[in-house]
């Protein structure tokens, strides 16, 4: 008699939207959905500082090929920014290395540096972090207390608005008081922009260090908090949106004959539909979802291709 178990049914190709608690890395999460899933199919797109919580899209399936081009898009964050302490990490999680009065920062020097950090900057991404150097990670480099040389980087901050600004005298190690400001902001940014480095950099141009307390991811691309499921509710009822259906809210979606179906299915080129050099999403007459596709020279080449 066979005592193999059945082999489980995947589950189908789609997003999952987690709402990530704090003090969990995003690799954290995706270990959890993929017990919870029930597949080893599973990504995520755009990572989240332990420290940070809010949205982050998780792939499982065959829309863990989606992952890569999801990164990309615009991410809208919730984040409050401490003005006269400086960290080695750019952010709660790091060491002190620097007190400084923020008593006399006033709200108008505020949003003065906050405009100059907004629109089209070069941000060198923090110390701590997962850009690599000569071929290994910043942060393995600076954990290993090598001081990393990182070369700025182009980004763009389509908004950052000031929402409150509060003033705190705190105590420091050695058992001073500091002044200090904390500034809560929405920030809008581009794929690749450091909060973090926000913060230290906004400390820095006011003379008085800074850095990042609280971060919350309200959005990436179309996905929002009003979509996104916490673990224990993921836990219960496994919400999977479906790959067409997270495809389409994201991309312009292109209908083809079933013609044109047949070859993109195949890999081949159709002519361009002027939807924009971005990915565009390919469906079939029957609505089924066929590939992802880019725009050049005329031409829309297949980024990826789904149909079986």
């Known amino acids: 008699m066979s005592t193999a178990r059945p082999r489980r049914t995947p589950p189908p190709s789609g997003l999952i939207i987690v709402d990530k608690p704090a003090d969990w890395t995003s690799h954290d999460v995706v270990g959890k959905m993929r017990g919870i899933a029930g597949t080893r199919k599973v990504g995520h797109a755009g990572t989240l500082d332990p420290m940070a919580t809010g949205v982050l899209v998780v792939g499982v399936e065959k829309a863990t090929r989606l992952l890569g081009h999801l990164a990309l898009t615009e991410k809208v964050y919730e984040a409050t920014i401490r003005l006269g302490v400086t960290t080695n990490t750019d952010d709660a999680e790091g060491e002190?290395?620097?007190v400084t009065s923020a008593g006399r920062v006033t709200a108008k020097e505020v949003r003065k540096g906050v405009a100059a950090l907004t629109g089209k900057i070069m941000q060198v991404p923090p110390q701590v972090s997962a850009i690599k150097v000569n071929g290994e990670r910043a942060y393995k480099r600076a954990r290993a207390g090598e001081e990393v040389e990182i070369a700025a980087r182009p980004v763009t901050v389509h908004e950052f608005e000031v929402t409150a600004i509060r003033r705190a005298r705190v105590e420091t190690a050695d058992a001073a008081v500091n002044d200090v400001?904390?500034?809560?902001?929405?920030?809008?940014?581009?794929?690749?922009?450091?909060?973090?480095?926000?913060?230290?950099d906004l400390g820095a141009a006011l003379g008085v260090g800074g850095h990042l307390t609280r971060l919350r991811r309200t959005r990436v691309g179309p996905y929002g908090l009003a979509s996104a499921r916490t673990i224990d509710e993921l836990a219960r009822e496994c919400v999977i949106m479906p790959i067409a259906e997270a495809v389409t809210a994201a991309f312009p979606r292109r209908d083809?004959?079933?013609?044109?179906?047949?070859?993109?299915?195949?890999?081949g080129r159709l002519p361009a539909a002027g939807l924009g050099p971005g990915p565009v999403g390919v469906f079939g007459p029957d609505g089924t979802l066929l590939a992802l596709v880019e725009e050049r020279g005329g031409t829309a080449r297949p980024l990826v291709v789904f149909a079986p």
């Open 96 to 98: 002190v290395i620097a």
């Open 181 to 200: 400001v904390d500034v809560d902001a929405t920030v809008t940014c581009s794929s690749g922009t450091y909060i973090r480095a926000l913060a230290r």
């Open 256 to 267: 083809v004959t079933a013609q044109d179906a047949r070859l993109v299915a195949h890999g």
